[in-house]
């Protein structure tokens, strides 16, 4: 059974940053696609960013680019957001998800993981 556990959210002001960390269960943490999504209340699951098994493939949504960057350690078992710039409209609850095949690029469409954590609240104030 593989378990994600997030850590890292809390609240910040407009122009600040955070960074988001997902520690995973299993020995083959490092042969899969990690994701970030996020979702706002009221509002649909969205993706964020991805990465492949590696890390030498990443994927970003438009509204994050240049802002956020995703990275892994994979000796860690760990995937992180780094999320700078924060803005308002980032306000989420963020979720890290793990890819549902081995060796697949970093897709942002939430089909395509299986295993999700429990969510980190972030949120940014004006």
């Known amino acids: 059974q593989v378990q994600l556990v997030e850590s890292g959210g809390g609240l910040v002001q407009a122009g600040g940053s955070l960074r988001l960390s997902c520690a995973a269960s299993?020995?083959?943490?490092?042969?899969?696609?990690m994701g970030w999504f996020r979702q706002a209340p009221g509002k649909e699951r969205e993706f964020v960013a991805a990465?492949?098994?590696?890390?030498?493939?990443?994927n970003y949504a438009d509204s994050v680019k240049g802002r956020f960057t995703i990275s892994r350690d994979n000796a860690k078992n760990t995937v992180y957001l780094q999320m700078n710039n924060l803005k308002p409209e980032d306000t989420a609850v963020y979720y890290c998800a793990k890819g549902q095949d081995r060796y697949y690029s970093p897709s942002p469409s939430v089909f395509q993981y299986s295993y999700w954590g429990q969510g980190t609240q972030v949120t940014v104030s004006s």
């Open positions: 990465i492949n098994w590696s890390g030498g493939n990443t």
């Open positions: 299993g020995r083959t943490f490092s042969t899969y696609a």
